[in-house]
T-cell receptor, first 113, second 113 residues
């Protein structure tokens, strides 16, 4: 049981480039979410999804797009990377509703030059 | 979601109990108290959660005051591997956006030999 898998683990981009951060879970969880974490800060919610075909914005959605075509996958797209998006990105999933805890991936460390 | 207040840092001697406090004075009746920890920029790890009764699992104990305005996470015999940032979060037991986790800055626990 792999849990939540994020790829890549590290990435360096140039300003203006685009890329997709991948997130997959094998627990059949309906709820998935993306966070970013900047140095010395807690995690901030970017986007979340309560099921296939449904996404919504979190606290800091600007500059990011998401889609949810399957239950398992929840990719995060940077359309035109900016240095302010240098951060560590975490994906998480849980069963929707009730009081189930979230399971987090190991993160993607992204640097924008 | 209710706001939580945690001390920014704490020290604990190895082998002793670590008691991490959290204030959540505006918690509502349907909000659970969750504890996560993050070890050296890894993905956050779920520890324990509760509503009003004290809870215990293999990792920790959670003590919630009768008025539910504060709680304490107890690591009974802290080890060096428990050095981490500990996050106290209150969350509705509903689905969708009401189930989002909102992270603060947490408490950095340093376990010393």
């Amino acid at each position: 049981n792999a849990g939540v898998t994020q790829t890549p683990k590290f990435q360096v981009l140039k300003t203006g480039q685009s890329m997709t951060l991948q997130c997959a879970q094998d627990m059949n969880h309906e709820y998935m979410s993306w966070y970013r974490q900047d140095p010395g800060m807690g995690l901030r919610l970017i986007h979340y999804s309560v099921g296939a075909g449904i996404t919504d914005q979190g606290e800091v959605p600007n500059g990011y797009n998401v889609s949810r075509s399957t239950t398992e996958d929840f990719p995060l797209r940077l359309l035109s990377a900016a240095p302010s998006q240098t951060s560590v990105y975490f994906c998480a999933s849980r069963e929707d509703g009730g009081n189930q805890p979230q399971h987090f991936g190991d993160g993607t460390r992204l640097s924008i030059l | 979601d209710a706001k939580t207040t945690q001390p920014p840092s704490m020290d604990c001697a190895e082998g002793r109990a670590a008691n991490l406090p959290c204030n959540h004075s505006t918690i509502s009746g349907n909000e659970y108290v969750y504890w996560y920890r993050q070890i050296h920029s890894q993905g956050p790890q779920y520890i324990i959660h509760g509503l009003k009764n004290n809870e215990t699992n293999e990792m920790a104990s959670l003590i919630i005051t009768e008025d539910r305005k504060s709680s304490t996470l107890i690591l009974p015999h802290a080890t060096l591997r428990d050095t981490a940032v500990y996050y106290c979060i209150v969350r509705f037991n509903y689905g969708g956006s009401q189930g989002n986790l909102i992270f603060g800055k947490g408490t950095k626990l340093s376990v010393k030999p």
